[in-house]
């Protein structure tokens, strides 16, 4: 399958669950990533999920991490739409926050964490193949951000879908997932 189609059927098949499995199926991730033996975190990269596209609440595996990780800082993305580039910002407590143009939430301010310095990155998605490539919504602003990461950052993905077999259309500028959580497997790439 090419990316387009994965895209087209996995984003469909996404806003068509109930909200009741919906939960059902976040809460059964939550439960797959608590398995999960990772490293020491300073800082992670995560994201502010669009609940109109029905997007895993990954604010959960936050508190998740947190528990565990006395003193984690967690960034989101600030896209700078005009170059393709993202940068990842410190959400500060009280902050301040600002739909972009792709309707996704972002800090407006804050401390600026280098690429370099990142060590998780929950990368959002809608599906994914047995390699751990990813598809997400097509712009690749994760993909450049990644290439710019150390290698051994874990980036991890969250799917409520299975692996599709092998998507198609991958090039030297896709960067595979270390980890997918899925509510019924945790796939390690």
Do not use: H
Not at 133 to 146: A, E, I, N, P, S
């Amino acid at each position: 399958m090419i990316k387009n189609t994965v895209r087209k059927e996995y984003l469909q098949r996404r806003m068509e669950m109930q909200e009741e499995e919906l939960q059902q199926q976040i809460a059964l991730m939550a439960f797959n990533f608590r398995k999960l033996v990772l490293p020491k975190v300073k800082y992670l990269l995560s994201y502010f999920p669009l609940v109109n596209r029905r997007e895993f609440d990954v604010t959960v595996c936050e508190d998740i991490l947190k528990q565990s990780n006395p003193g984690l800082q967690v960034a989101w993305p600030r896209l700078e739409v005009d170059s393709s580039d993202m940068e990842a910002c410190l959400v500060e407590k009280g902050g301040l926050f600002l739909k972009n143009k792709f309707n996704v939430l972002e800090p407006i301010s804050g401390v600026i964490v280098p690429p370099e310095k990142i060590e998780m990155i929950f990368v959002p998605l809608v599906a994914f193949d047995s390699r751990g490539y990813r598809v997400g919504y097509g712009k690749g602003y994760y993909d450049r951000y990644l290439a710019r990461c150390r290698p051994e950052a874990t980036k991890i993905g969250f799917s409520f879908f299975e692996a599709v077999g092998e998507i198609e259309d991958i090039n030297e500028f896709d960067v595979p997932l270390s980890f997918c959580i899925t509510p019924y497997r945790i796939y390690e790439f």
